[in-house]
């Protein structure tokens, strides 16, 4: 029973230690205080915009869909019809890209560049380059032409290039069919 305790415990130990749990709970941590600011942001900078244009509550706009609304005298709430809160859903909105702008640029964009200049550092990997397909069938074709006329690769009987004439200037293989 000891021996299965401890090795339970050993694998949520090993759990909490990872780095994706750890990183999850330190921006579940950040977010939270995070929220703090964009509030006071919305508050403080946001409202006081809209205020030039009316209230700066922006919870106070919202609008009528049928003609029977009414608005109570004392609380300025609709008691009947049919309105919507539009006020409330453009506040949640503007809070949400102001936090998203934020977040990229303040912590994602420093991230990546931090990331590719570790990056950069690092060695570079020196594995050969796998060939090309057009140096494979290079190859393929050297090899034929060696086959059949029983000499060196990449050289022609008269010293020329395989599958150029003599005294033909080498170039790039053609692969496109003429039209004759």
Known sequence: MSDEKNGVLQGFKEFLMRGNVIELAVAVVVGAAFTNIVNAVVKGVINPFVGALGSQNLDH?????????????????????????WGSVLSAALTFVITAAVVYFLMILPMNKWKARQDAKKPVDE??????EVELLAQIRDALVT???GSEPGVARDGSEPGVAAGAI???VSTEKSQS
């Open 170 to 172: 080498p170039g790039p």
């Open 127 to 132: 594995t050969p380059v796998a060939p090309t």
């Open 61 to 85: 706009y919202k609008s009528c869909l049928s003609a029977t609304c009414h608005p109570d005298p004392k609380t300025g709430e609709f008691t009947d019809g049919i309105y919507i809160l």
């Open 147 to 149: 086959q059949r006329d």
